[in-house]
């Protein structure tokens, strides 16, 4: 395999992860309608930044750990599921405790917006913590190593096709949310929006931790 053919052939597949709901889609949405489009690039910039140690050390061969340890993969998995479980409840307990509701549209009180630091850790963990992804990358970057290239450059280069092909998905939510947002903006919308992305960030959760009882 040419290092051109194992580019092209993992983007392909990238692409389709890519725009396979999950997780990443649901925090760029809820960013970008109740903190708006700087926090919504912040957070996509975190869980980019994620993907790129995932990239590394399935090249690596780091993360093997997973594929031969049931324990290991299950610990990382229930640690997912309860940081996403924690970031739903965070979410619903934000929409009582807000009291922006009379706001016009398109209005964010300073107070109410997240430091970016956090929005950053925040998109960075639940990628970090996304047994699922790294399950992706180690079972399909080795597959795309091309002889003659050292594995952890040639796994951050198939990380770049991946979070270049994740950047343009990210913006195009962006843009799409911003554009409904001008009539759907304000107070009362973005508590439901904090409601709707927290039950399926814990649904998410919970699935998860389902999925590792019985397996």
């Known amino acids: 395999m040419t290092l051109q053919e194992s580019l092209l ?13 999950g997780t990443d889609t649901a925090l760029v949405l809820r960013y970008t309608l109740s903190q708006g489009r700087r926090h919504a690039y912040t957070a996509a910039l975190g869980m980019i930044s994620g993907a790129f140690v995932w990239g590394a050390a399935a090249a690596t061969g780091v993360s093997a750990l ?3 340890s049931e324990v290991a993969y299950d610990i990382l998995r229930i640690a997912g599921a309860l940081y996403m479980l924690w970031l739903g409840v965070g979410l ?4 009582f ?6 706001l016009p549209p398109g209005a964010l009180p300073h107070h109410s917006l997240e430091p970016l630091r956090r ?6 963990i639940s990628n970090i913590l996304n047994p699922k992804y ?6 399909v970057i080795p597959q795309f190593l091309v002889p003659g290239v050292p594995s952890v450059w040639m796994g951050l280069l198939l990380s770049v096709v991946a979070n270049i ?5 990210f913006i195009a939510i962006v843009a799409a949310a911003q554009f409904f947002g001008r009539w759907l903006n304000g107070g009362t919308f973005r508590k439901w929006i904090d409601r709707v992305t927290g039950t399926a ?3 998410f959760g919970v699935v998860a931790i389902l999925e590792t009882r019985h397996a």
Do not use: N, Q
Not at 165 to 169: D, K, L, T
């Open 119 to 124: 929005t950053w850790a925040k998109g960075f």
């Open 134 to 139: 790294g399950m992706f990358c180690i079972a």
């Open 97 to 102: 405790t807000k009291h922006d509701a009379d």
């Open 66 to 68: 997973l594929t031969v």
């Open 201 to 203: 960030l814990g649904a």
């Open 9 to 21: 052939g993992f983007a392909a597949i990238a692409a389709l992860i890519t725009v396979l709901p």
């Open 92 to 95: 619903w307990r934000a929409s």
């Open 165 to 169: 092909e994740a950047i343009i998905w």
